[in-house]
T-cell receptor
Framework: KQEVTQIPAALSVPEGENLVLNCSFT??????LQWFRQDPGKGLTSLLL?????REQTSGRLNASLDKSSGRSTLYIAASQPGDSATYLC???????????FGKGTKLTVNP | DTGVSQNPRHKITKRGQNVTFRCDPI?????LYWYRQTLGQGPEFLTY????????KSRLLSDRFSAERPKGSFSTLEIQRTEQGDSAMYLC?????????FGSGTRLTVV
């Protein structure tokens, strides 16, 4: 059974700092990995999707990497801003299934 | 393209009542998903439709839960005889190929 773990559970940083969020998964037979952002009481916003054949994806200040063999992904946020404050969720799509398996998320607070 | 729309946004119901939620996906998306999220947890998969066919169901989807997607357009999720443990955010997502677009969810509170 696929399990996704995100560390840390919560992170508080001053504005302008670069930071890394971690995601690990137990079964490396994944089709793709996605990072989402969730604001309090809201739905999920897709940030980056990395297919299993890719090593990384970039969008603006965000960079996500994938090491499938070791079961790890990182989300790097450069020059953090208060507007980045949210919960960041990692999810994997298992080959042969349409469902996403999510981690519990990392709650990020960026202090002005 | 107005995104994925979910109604109602909030629902408070008494234990034992039936509730129904609606999801309107992005019009050209043939895949539709339902997830449930409780406080402090990531979303958990409930079910998946490709067009009107329900192709995958989680064991979380007990006999009290039923989902439909008539004509492959909007979808409904019904919970019969609600229990306090059903209190959660119910999220709908749609997709055409890679990547998901999620709706804002329906928050259910069972009192």
């Amino acid at each position: 059974k696929q399990e996704v773990t995100q560390i840390p559970a919560a992170l508080s940083v001053p504005e302008g700092e670069n930071l890394v969020l971690n995601c690990s998964f137990t079964d490396s037979a994944i089709y793709n990995l996605q990072w989402f952002r969730q604001d309090p009481g809201k739905g999920l916003t897709s940030l980056l999707l990395i297919q299993s054949s890719q090593r990384e994806q970039t969008s603006g200040r965000l960079n996500a990497s994938l090491d499938k063999s070791s079961g790890r992904s990182t989300l790097y946020i450069a020059a953090s801003q208060p507007g980045d404050s949210a919960t960041y969720l990692c999810a994997v799509n298992q080959g042969g299934s349409e469902k996403l398996v999510f981690g519990k998320g990392t709650k990020l607070t960026v202090n002005p | 393209d107005t995104g994925v729309s979910q109604n109602p946004r909030h629902k408070i119901t008494k234990r034992g009542q039936n509730v129904t939620f609606r999801c309107d996906p992005i019009s050209e998306h043939n895949r539709l998903y339902w997830y449930r999220q409780t406080l402090g947890q990531g979303p958990e998969f409930l079910t998946y439709f490709q067009n009107e066919a329900q192709l995958e169901k989680s064991r979380l989807l007990s006999d009290r839960f039923s989902a439909e997607r008539p004509k492959g357009s909007f979808s409904t999720l019904e919970i019969q005889r609600t229990e306090q443990g059903d209190s959660a955010m119910y999220l709908c997502a749609s997709s055409r190929a890679l990547g998901y677009t999620f709706g804002s969810g329906t928050r259910l509170t069972v009192v």
